[in-house]
C-alpha cells in the first residue's frame, strides 16, 4: 500500500490537497509514497502554531526536555533498521549508509537530551559594590529549519534536537526529494510528548514554504544546509528582514584531501574511496580534489584504480551494494555535465563515469576517476556533488599545502602522512574548518562542531555544545542586593 502522507501543524495531522511522488533512484517505477505540497497559508499556520508555543515552551522544566529528547532517541535507535531502509529507498544511499545515518539520528536527540539538563549560566562579580550579575541564555523563538536531500534524518536531527533543547520551537521544511525519512521522523517527534505548535512538519517546494519562513516576521531564525547560491539570498533576505533573523547556513565544498610520499597507501586509497565514492558522493564534505605528490602519484593512482574496480553499483538496499543510484535524474545529469566538462578541459578519465543498466530502472553511475587535472579546471573548483573526483599531481607538502587552500570553499580536508610534522603543520595551517589526518574528509562525530569557512559555512557551528552558540541568545542581567 503506497502512503499518502501528511504535514503536521499545530499537533494535528493535517491533508493536502496537492501530493507528489516520492521516486526510489534504486527503481525508478516504484513509488516510495505521495506527500504534501504545502500551501503559503499552510506554511503561516505552522508559523502561527509555533509561536504560540514558545512561551509554554520556553519555560518548560529541563526535566521536560530531557524526556521528550530521550523518548525521541530511544525509539529512533529501536527502530533504526527500518527507518534506514525507508532513507536508502528514497534518497539512494546503501542500506549500510542509511541504517547508520539514522543511528546518528537517535545518538544526536540523546546527546541533547543530556545537553538539556546541563543548561547552566554564570554569575560574574560586577565591578561596582553591591551589584550581582548573571549571564544566562534562552531560546531565541521560532526557528525555521530548512534541510536538504543527502542527509534526510542526520541533518534534521542535529537541527531540531538543539532547538528542542534550549527552549525553541521549530517549523520543519524538508528537501521535497526526500520527504519520507522527515515524514517518518515527524511521526515520532509528534508521539513524543510535546505540546502541540512546538514542532511542525511542513513539507512542500522552498519556492513555497522557505519562502513563507523567510517572509514571516514571527520567525526569528533560520537554519539552512544547501546550495551556496540559496544561502546567499537566505542570509541577504534575514539581515533585511524586521526584525531581522538570526541565520545560521551550511553550503558547499570543494575538499581537498593530500597524500604525500610518506604515506601509507593502503590507508591513502581506502580513505580516498570512502570520502570520495561513498554515499555515491553526495556530500558536502566528500574529497573530490585528491592532492597528490610526485613520489608517489602514479602508485597510489594505480592502487586507486584497482579499489574502484572491486566496487560495485547496484540497488541501494541489495547486499553487496557499495555505492547506491544518484538521487534523481537531474543529480545524474550534472554529474553527466561535469564529466563532459572534465574531458573538455583536457584531464583524463582515468577510470568510470558510465551510465549502467541494473535489474531495475534507476540512476546508475560509475564512480569516475580523473587523472591529470590543475587545480583551476572547474572539475577542480566547483562543487560536482557526485561520485567524481579529479587527482591534482604536485611537486611536495608545500605546493599541496598551496593547491588545497586555493579554493572558495573551506569545510572539511584530509592528509595522507606518516609524518607528524607534516600532519601538524597541515592541521594548523589548512583553510577548513574540519581536518583529518589518515582519516576519509566525510565522517564526522554527532558531539563535536561542524562547519567550515569561507564560502561553506556562515554563522555559529552546527552539532555539540557549540549548537547553543545558534539556538539561545544570552542575557545579562544585574541586581542591587
Aim: hydrophobic share 45%; charged share 20%; proline share 5%.
Amino acid at each position: 500500500m503506497t502512503l499518502h502522507a501528511r504535514n503536521f501543524i499545530a499537533g494535528e495531522w493535517v491533508a493536502s490537497s496537492d501530493l507528489a511522488p516520492d521516486v526510489n533512484p534504486s527503481n525508478t517505477a516504484e513509488i516510495v509514497g505521495h506527500f504534501p505540497r504545502a500551501t503559503k497559508a499552510e506554511a503561516e499556520r505552522a508559523i502561527a502554531a509555533a509561536k504560540a508555543a514558545f512561551p509554554g515552551w520556553s519555560r518548560s522544566t529541563l526535566q521536560e526536555r530531557h524526556d521528550v529528547l530521550k523518548r525521541i532517541s530511544d525509539e529512533i535507535l529501536a527502530r533504526k533498521e527500518e527507518l534506514g531502509a525507508i532513507l536508502s529507498r528514497e534518497e539512494g544511499k546503501t542500506l549500510p549508509e542509511g541504517i547508520g545515518e539514522v543511528a546518528r539520528a537517535g545518538q544526536i536527540f540523546g546527546f541533547f537530551a543530556g545537553e538539556a539538563l546541563r543548561l547552566a549560566g554564570e554569575i560574574i562579580g560586577s565591578v561596582r559594590p553591591g551589584v550581582g550579575v548573571e549571564v544566562t541564555r534562552e531560546g531565541v523563538g521560532v526557528v525555521g529549519l530548512i534541510t536538504p536531500w543527502n542527509f534526510p534524518a542526520a541533518i534534521p536531527a542535529w537541527k531540531i534536537a538543539p532547538a528542542l533543547c534550549y527552549g525553541n520551537t521549530v517549523v520543519l521544511k524538508p528537501a521535497d526529494l526526500v520527504p519520507a525519512t522527515a515524514h517518518a521522523l515527524g511521526e515520532i517527534i509528534a508521539r513524543s510528548g510535546l505540546p502541540a505548535g512546538v514542532f511542525n512538519l511542513v513539507m512542500g517546494r522552498g519556492s513555497v514554504v522557505g519562502e513563507a519562513l523567510l517572509a514571516s516576521p514571527d520567525v526569528d531564525a533560520i537554519s539552512f544546509t544547501g546550495s551556496v547560491g540559496t544561502g546567499r539570498k537566505i542570509a541577504a533576505t534575514c539581515v533585511a528582514s524586521s526584525p531581522m533573523k538570526k541565520v545560521q547556513l551550511e553550503m558547499g565544498g570543494k575538499n581537498p584531501f593530500v597524500v604525500l610520499d610518506d604515506a601509507d597507501i593502503k590507508v591513502a586509497v581506502e580513505a580516498a574511496v570512502n570520502g570520495a565514492f561513498f554515499s555515491t558522493g553526495q556530500r558536502c564534505t566528500a574529497s573530490s580534489r585528491l592532492i597528490v605528490t610526485d613520489g608517489i602519484h602514479d602508485a597510489f593512482v594505480a592502487a586507486l584504480v584497482e579499489r574502484l574496480q572491486g566496487l560495485t553499483v547496484d540497488d541501494a538496499l541489495k547486499a553487496g551494494t557499495h555505492i547506491g543510484p544518484v538521487v534523481d535524474q537531474s543529480q545524474l545529469d550534472q554529474d553527466l555535465n561535469y564529466i563532459k566538462i572534465g574531458k573538455d578541459e583536457g584531464a583524463k578519465l582515468a577510470f568510470g563515469g558510465d551510465l549502467i543498466k541494473r535489474e531495475a530502472p534507476g540512476f546508475y553511475l560509475t564512480p569516475a576517476l580523473f587523472t591529470g587535472a590543475s587545480n583551476d579546471m572547474r572539475i577542480a573548483r566547483e562543487e560536482i556533488f557526485g561520485p567524481v573526483a579529479a587527482v591534482v599531481r604536485v611537486k611536495d607538502y608545500d605546493e599541496a599545502l598551496a593547491a588545497a587552500n586555493d579554493t572558495e570553499f573551506g569545510l572539511s580536508a584530509g592528509i595522507a602522512t606518516t609524518s607528524l610534522k607534516h600532519a601538524t603543520h597541515f592541521k594548523r595551517n589548512v583553510q577548513a574548518g574540519m581536518v583529518m589526518v589518515n582519516l576519509p574528509t566525510a565522517g564526522v562525530d554527532y558531539h563535536v562542531p561542524f562547519g567550515g569557512r569561507k564560502g561553506s559555512s556562515y554563522g555559529p557551528r552546527e552539532q555539540g555544545r557549540y549548537a547553543a552558540e545558534f539556538y539561545t541568545t544570552v542575557k545579562t542581567s544585574y541586581t542591587l542586593a
